[in-house]
């Protein structure tokens, strides 16, 4: 697509946040959804994110661990291979993306 720099499958909150993320950093982005809605299955969670191992989960004493964040990750996998860096990376960026967030918008 000829002047396209992004495209974001998905308008669930990962695909949105990617979108808005890229866009912001001065990137054309286009995004597709499937449905017949926006939300992917971040409007079945009442939009609602998960991000391991934050601030305001273990300010409501919720312990978590990157121990913990890799046993669900691969949980959900059902039995796939996940790559291991991209799990890495999940976890490295997490707080920034977290802060990205919530620095645009409501907490």
Request: glycine share 12%.
């Amino acid at each position: 697509m000829p002047g396209i720099d992004v495209v974001v499958l998905g308008t669930g909150a990962a695909g949105l946040t990617a979108a808005i993320t890229a866009h912001d950093s001065g990137a054309s982005v286009a995004v597709y959804e499937k449905a017949q809605t926006v939300g992917g299955t971040s409007a079945w969670s009442g939009g609602q994110i998960w991000i391991p191992i934050n601030p305001h989960q273990l300010a409501l004493g919720k312990p978590d661990s990157r121990d913990d964040a890799l046993t669900y990750l691969n949980a959900l996998s059902h039995g796939m291979t996940l790559a291991q860096f991209h799990l890495s990376m999940f976890l490295m960026m997490r707080l920034a993306m977290l802060q990205r967030c919530t620095s645009d918008g409501p907490s």
